[in-house]
């Protein structure tokens, strides 16, 4: 499978990428490269075998359903761009 | 007091304990010692008055007969791990300013030990590079050169800053990540030790996510005694990370009993990749043979999946990297650009802020999980790793490690590859290590025609690193790998 440049402009998108229109030809280029070696995996007769979950065997670890962590504020915010009384700041999304 | 800075671990902490000198002085020699490296930009971020701080309790702890595992010895910090009020970037523009409220697991289990942190390591941005190459804060300069020459050389990565730092003795060791080789490459292209432990045997809490299934930290090491002294340090298990393991850590120094006889020693044929330098083979050969003379038997196995490894985590760890990275918005921690509106704020502040490499993954990512791709890529690769661990499984019915080459080549030039796949190829090696979930070790072995070093790569199985670590230390006793780098900076 490989990408044109209207897909690559589509996965810019999803991803949140703002990419200039100038640099979508090359792109599709690195990204065709990388996704033709991929194929070489398509040798590989995968029929019957189960994906793999997780990498050891081990059972989901759970804990009680309760708070066990917070009340700081404060650090919670303490590297935004922009904090205002404990509350993220970003431009306006309601009009 | 310059010679202190050639002690490893073993030897500070008996100097230590005898009186021979201070972990004050130890860490000022340090200091002063990466006041004049700035040119090999190992380190993005030094903590002198930190490191004063800490060493000067070490000495009080010493005085009350209190010394930890670790005391006063002076280590480099990747900037992958976070540190409580310290810069703790990924080596990315997009994490502009962060300084974290917390410490890593693994860095507050060093710190709980006694260990003295010198600085912030640089790194291929979000570990993603196997050249130190990518990072926003510049290239990281390999101490050594090919013999009479004076070009610069890329230390590996991502864990690039760590190995050079600890190659030019600026540390006496570091911590690094891997996640397709990033501990062990660049070991092997700087003459240290690095081992990557079993997965789930060091905490992922408080380092900055790539590839969540891949992702495991480790030491670099100046041999393999300081890595097994290291990686006891390091491995807890930590409820903060569902995939810690809640298993006892060794004290995986009285492993390194020299003593292997009748230990099984696997040789993958699957390794002897086309276009491999001879001297690499060969290497490999003459390791066999070391192992051989210590009793050991070596037997010639087969991993048939080997091939399929590196391709297929070009798309596992591209779209677990696309998920993590998905927090990088601008809003709650990092750069911020100014959109028109929210969108546009993420995107410009993504594409500002990712290096190209990250968003050609952060793409590619992307990519194979979007809508009608999943199947085709994501689940197939995860079916390829079902077969590559089952290719280990049955080779554990026949031996108790497996020796290979640790890297295709040996260090090359900054600008040497500018092709993506052809980089990705360094870790030909490494990478079944990585999807399987098994512990890895990088021995320096010997030197190249050029004069540089490389490395043995040692497999083990799953929660065995004091096989591991009992092997690579006869290796390195019968290599006997002495040679230095000159001091050209």
Redesign the interface.
């Known amino acids: 499978m490989s990408v044109d440049q209207d897909t690559v402009r589509k996965i810019a998108r999803l991803a949140r990428i703002k990419v200039d229109e100038a640099e979508v030809p090359q792109l599709e280029g690195e990204l065709n490269g990388i996704l033709k070696w991929i194929e070489m995996l398509n040798e590989v007769d995968t029929g019957n075998i189960a994906p793999m979950t997780s990498v050891v065997a081990m059972d989901m670890k759970k804990r009680d359903d309760e708070v066990t962590d917070g009340g700081y504020p404060a650090d919670i915010v303490k590297n935004a761009a922009e904090s205002d009384d404990g509350f993220f700041m970003v431009p306006k999304v309601v009009e | 007091m310059s010679h202190l800075t050639e002690l490893k671990i073993s030897e500070i902490r008996d100097g230590l304990a005898g009186r021979e000198f201070s972990a004050a002085e130890l860490t000022d020699a340090y200091i002063n010692a990466i006041e004049g490296s700035r040119v090999l930009n190992a380190y993005i971020a030094e903590t002198p008055d930190l490191a004063r701080e800490q060493a000067a309790q070490s000495d009080k702890r010493l005085a009350d007969g209190e010394a930890r595992p670790l005391e006063g010895v002076p280590l480099g910090i990747k900037d992958l791990f976070a540190v409580n009020g310290v810069h703790t970037q990924a080596c990315s523009h997009i994490l502009d300013?962060?300084?974290?409220?917390y410490n890593a697991t693994v860095a507050a289990n060093l710190f709980d030990d006694g260990a003295v942190m010198l600085g912030k390591l640089n790194m291929d941005e979000f570990a993603m590079g196997s050249s130190n190459e990518t990072s926003y804060y510049g290239n990281v300069i390999n101490p050594w050169r090919r013999e009479g020459s004076n070009v610069a050389l890329v230390p590996g990565g991502s864990s690039g800053g760590s190995a050079s730092a600890v190659a030019a003795h600026i540390c006496a060791g570091a911590t690094g990540t891997d996640t397709g080789g990033s501990i062990r490459q660049p070991a092997a292209l700087t003459g240290t030790v690095g081992i990557k432990p079993?997965?789930?045997r060091c905490s992922r809490w408080g380092i900055v996510a790539f590839a969540s299934?891949l992702d495991q930290a480790g030491p670099i090491a100046r041999d393999v005694r300081d890595a097994a002294i290291l990686l006891k340090s390091m491995a807890s298990h930590d409820?903060r990370d569902?995939?810690s393991?809640n298993a006892a850590v060794p004290d995986y120094e009285a492993s390194l009993t020299g003593d292997i006889r009748g230990l099984k020693v696997g040789v993958p044929k699957e390794y002897r990749v086309d276009g491999m330098p001879e001297e690499i083979d060969r290497l490999w050969e003459q390791g066999a043979a070391w192992l051989k003379d210590r009793g050991a038997e070596v037997v010639d196995i087969s991993l048939p999946?080997t091939?399929?490894a590196l391709?297929?985590y070009?798309?596992v760890a591209p779209a677990e990297a696309?998920s993590n990275l998905?927090r990088y918005?601008?809003?709650?921690?990092?750069?911020?650009v100014?959109?028109d509106?929210?969108?546009?704020?993420?995107?410009?502040t993504?594409?500002a802020g990712?290096g190209k490499e990250v968003?050609?993954r952060?793409?590619?990512g992307?990519?194979v999980l979007?809508a009608g791709?999943y199947d085709?890529?994501y689940?197939?690769?995860?079916?390829?790793?079902?077969?590559i661990?089952r290719d280990f499984e049955e080779a554990w019915n026949k031996v108790d490690v497996i020796l290979t080459p640790a890297t295709p080549s040996p260090a090359f030039a900054p600008g040497e590859i500018t092709?993506?796949?052809q980089m990705y190829l360094n870790d030909v090696f490494t990478v079944t290590v990585n999807m399987?979930?098994l512990p890895g070790i990088s021995v320096p072995a010997g030197l190249s025609g050029g004069g540089l070093p490389l490395g043995l790569q040692l497999i083990g199985k799953?929660f065995d690193e004091e096989t591991l670590f009992r092997t690579a230390h006869v290796m390195e006793a019968d290599a006997g790998f002495t040679a230095r780098p000159d001091k050209w900076w």
């Open positions: 300013g962060f300084k974290p409220t079993t997965y789930g299934s409820p569902t995939t393991v999946h091939k399929y391709p297929a070009y798309i696309s998905a918005d601008g809003v709650r921690y990092g750069l911020r100014p959109g509106d929210l969108v546009s704020m993420y995107e410009n993504r594409a990712f968003q050609r952060v793409l590619i992307t990519y979007s791709y085709a890529y689940v197939k690769a995860q079916r390829i790793r079902s077969l661990k092709d993506p796949v399987a979930g799953a």
